[in-house]
């Protein structure tokens, strides 16, 4: 990469809330004036609707069953965390607002507004957008190959490095893998002070992990016509000193 990687292709913002959305395991419910936090207890409709198990002493189903119609507001809220263990490691948050009832045994929630929050800022997202995306198809498996690159495979995610500007890798100290999508890897450098992110683009989107395995494959051969950068020939030579 030269560092103009504001480009390169990424998840609408549909996806990526949708994407949270799926990877989340854990939420917490702020409704009627109190905070509850649930973990592993709920699931998503295809048009975006979240259904919730919770217990039947929960505020929220207490106040879901006794509200006048029925339809109590509350705001959920899923916090996006990297996988592999790196500075800063929510790499986002996800807040909904709308409203509850009961159904079947559960709480179905109605999102009336969504707002997803990366390191970039807080964006409103469209709420029929929201309701007819569908999360990154690697979403689900995610969390497995970054944690498999970042510790079995280092040497990789080191030749990586020489896909990225020489400026964003100046005093890095460090470089994790951090987000993968379909469209792409995303690289965390950490610094002495602080950090930034690397976006690596494929060559095309990968719809299964047969296909992220040919676009990793195709990285790593890019990586190897290029230079190492110098800032990294300088850690080497300190570290082997």
């Not at 969390?143 to 080191?158: K, M, Q, S």
């Not at 690289?187 to 676009?215: K, N």
Request: proline share 7%; aromatic share 4%.
């Amino acid at each position: 990469m030269d560092g103009t990687r504001t480009w390169a292709a990424a998840p609408g913002t549909a996806v990526r809330a949708r994407s949270v959305l799926a990877a989340a395991w854990s939420c917490a419910v702020t409704a009627e004036g109190g905070r509850e936090e649930f973990v592993g207890a709920h699931s998503v409709t295809a048009d975006g609707r979240i259904l919730l198990s919770v217990p039947e002493d929960s505020p929220l189903r207490v106040a879901a069953v006794c509200a006048p119609r029925g339809e109590p507001s509350a705001v959920l809220e899923f916090a996006d965390v990297a996988p592999v263990p790196v500075r800063d490691r929510i790499r986002a948050r996800l807040w909904l607002a709308g409203w509850c009832a009961m159904g079947e045994g559960r709480l179905v929630f109605h999102p009336t507004r969504v707002v997803l929050r990366e390191p970039s800022g807080a964006v409103l997202v469209d709420r029929d957008d929201f309701a007819a995306a569908a999360p990154d198809p690697l979403t689900a498996a995610e969390a497995r190959l970054l944690t498999h690159l970042a510790d079995a495979h280092p040497d990789a995610v080191e030749r990586l490095t020489r896909l990225v500007g020489a400026d964003a890798l100046f005093g890095a100290v460090r470089v994790r893998p951090l987000a993968l999508d379909r469209h792409g890897l995303t690289l965390r450098i950490e610094r002495a002070r602080g950090h930034g992110d690397a976006r690596l683009p494929f060559p095309a989107p990968a719809d299964d992990v047969a296909q992220l395995t040919e676009r990793l494959h195709a990285l790593l051969a890019r990586a190897g016509t290029a230079s190492c950068p110098r800032s990294l020939q300088r850690q080497r030579t300190d570290r082997d000193r």
